[in-house]
């Protein structure tokens, strides 16, 4: 009887353990990217083919930094799909909240990239954004144990475009919301997704209204509120606990739990700047789970955990595709290691 109780109270305490910190809703894709840099659509040659989608990326970031993720999308029931899946299983991503289209293809989105590496979304060949799998994600199937014990969801806004999946990001809200669980949204804006760009800014805006952080690129935050002072856009949305506005290689600038302040961008060799801000997202959500959420109102703290989201974001970019160059927390620890040494 004994033996019998204690099997079950540790098959519990392994199934907690193994349950996701973490909840990353939105596209996982493949990203095709112009072996040739600096030429138009029309001009390359040749392309390859990496895996992506931003909320899949953050996904994969933060199991390899060693946080429990999980996550959550649409993909079609195709051979890109079950390598997108296999994929995330061989990361150690939970893919119980991925759902499977029986006709919509997987999302393959074209990515120009110039002298220096950085990108341009150059659309989705022959088809209509609105005809991939990942704009079909079904509220009525997600997955309620996993939200119960996930302690963040994050969302991005490209979803927000198709009507069926943002009604599931609205689910996925009102679940956040009963299970207590912090929302962190990255904007991510990419016009290309979006079969009517009018619709984008009041919906994004309306969203900005339900989560707890937000980052934003600079080009992003003056689109939206026409500053990139993160304490002017915390001032704005009132309710936020924390809004990260980045710029690359000039760094991050912050405002974290009343704690202002400014984060350069570290040196690096750029291969390739996609998945970098998603890089970003995921060292900042790991050093809050390592940490807590109220570590931030200690100033210095505050100023460390976005230094190691940069050290994430910025060695990100030094491989090509966003989820194969991300880095191991031992190799984010080495690289910052590297640089206070440099300095």
Not at 53 to 80: H, R, S, W, Y
Not at 255 to 270: A, I, K, M, Q, T
């Amino acid at each position: 009887m004994f033996t019998l109780w204690y099997a079950e109270i540790r098959l519990r305490e392994n199934a907690a353990m193994s349950q996701s910190r973490v909840l990353c809703l939105g596209e996982i894709l493949f990203d095709c990217l112009a072996e040739q840099l600096g030429l138009t659509l029309a001009e390359v040659e040749s392309w390859t083919s990496y895996p992506g989608g931003a909320p899949a990326n953050v996904a994969c970031a933060m199991v390899k930094l060693g946080t429990p993720a999980g996550f959550i999308g649409c993909v079609g029931q195709d051979e890109p799909g079950d390598a997108l899946v296999k994929l995330l299983q061989e990361v150690g991503v939970d893919t119980t909240g991925v759902q499977r289209h029986p006709t919509a293809p997987t999302r393959q989105v074209y990515v120009l990239r110039n002298v220096t590496g950085d990108r341009q979304f150059a659309g989705f060949g022959d088809r209509d954004t609105r005809q991939f799998a990942d704009a079909y994600l079904q509220a009525s199937k997600l997955q309620l144990n996993l939200f119960e014990a996930a302690e963040f969801l994050v969302l991005g806004t490209l979803e927000l475009a198709y009507p069926e999946t943002r009604g599931a990001i609205g689910s996925s809200l009102e679940l956040a919301e009963r299970y207590d669980s912090k929302i962190v949204l990255d904007v991510n804006w990419r016009p290309v997704f979006w079969p009517s760009q009018d619709e984008a800014k009041p919906m994004i805006l309306d969203l900005l209204k339900h989560v707890d952080f937000v980052k934003l690129s600079e080009e992003e935050a003056e689109w939206l509120f026409d500053t990139t002072d993160p304490g002017a856009i915390t001032y704005r949305l009132d309710t936020v606990e924390g809004v990260l506005v980045t710029a690359g290689e000039e760094g991050c600038h912050y405002c974290l739990s009343e704690n202002e302040g400014h984060v350069p961008g570290f040196r690096v060799d750029v291969v390739d700047t996609t998945g970098a801000g998603d890089g970003f997202v995921a060292g900042f959500l790991h050093q809050l789970c390592q940490h807590g959420i109220k570590s931030l109102g200690d100033a210095e703290t505050a100023k460390k955990v976005v230094t190691y989201a940069s050290a994430v974001g910025a060695m990100t970019t030094m491989k090509p595709g966003a989820i194969s160059s991300q880095p191991t927390a031992s190799e984010v620890e080495t690289f910052l290691s590297q640089q206070q040494k440099c300095q």
